[in-house]
């Protein structure tokens, strides 16, 4: 875990900052960024559209939700002008741009930032900036995981001849049976 955050660090990142402790659910990560958050003072929260781990899309809201914070999800672009910042987002059917005064969390869809590599002078300052490993505060899990099961494999492919829809018909009520 420390050679990403000091990455992130050699990007350009202040300080950075490390639960000492195992994630249990989606509330209990976002409870840990909240309380960092709440003592910081920042102006800006991003995450990610989803995690790794819990796939859920719901870290960005809980974290606005503990800390009182507007919030703005699946931004594919963010402008910051002093305390303003405009963010846009695709809906269905469009663009939708927000404007929202600072501070905010945002939840940022993959691509807005672009991919950047550390050049030697960031990795060399990366070493001397604080990275603090804090340690976990109490939280009751919410949910817990009850079961994981790989889905089925998928069956082979059968081919039917377009000029054939009988056989197509007959293979969609005897095998698939969803006719």
């Not at 503990?66 to 405009?86: D, K, Q, R, S, W």
């Not at 030697?120 to 300052?125: D, S, T």
């Not at 082979?156 to 018909?169: C, F, H, Q, S």
Request: net charge negative; aromatic share 6%; proline share 6%.
């Amino acid at each position: 875990m420390e050679p990403i955050i000091r990455k992130a660090l050699a990007l350009g990142g202040d300080e950075a900052f490390r639960v000492n402790a195992d994630s249990q659910d989606s509330f209990y990560v976002s409870a840990q960024i909240a309380e960092i958050a709440g003592q910081g003072n920042y102006d800006l929260i991003f995450t990610g559209k989803e995690t790794i781990d819990y796939n859920g899309s719901s870290v960005g809201g809980m974290i606005a939700g503990l800390t009182g914070l507007p919030y703005v999800a699946l931004a594919n672009h963010f402008e910051l002008n002093g305390n303003t910042a405009t963010i846009t987002r695709e809906i269905e059917g469009g663009v939708e741009v927000v404007e929202v005064s600072t501070p905010v969390v945002v939840s940022c869809l993959q691509g807005m930032a672009e991919a950047r590599i550390p050049n030697m002078r960031g990795i060399m300052a990366a070493r001397t900036k604080p990275l603090k490993v804090v340690e976990p505060v109490a939280v009751d899990n919410l949910t817990s995981i009850v079961s994981f099961e790989l889905p089925p494999a998928k069956a082979g492919v059968k081919l039917v001849p377009a000029d054939n829809p009988g056989e197509l018909v007959r293979l969609l009520h005897e095998e698939a049976k969803v006719i």
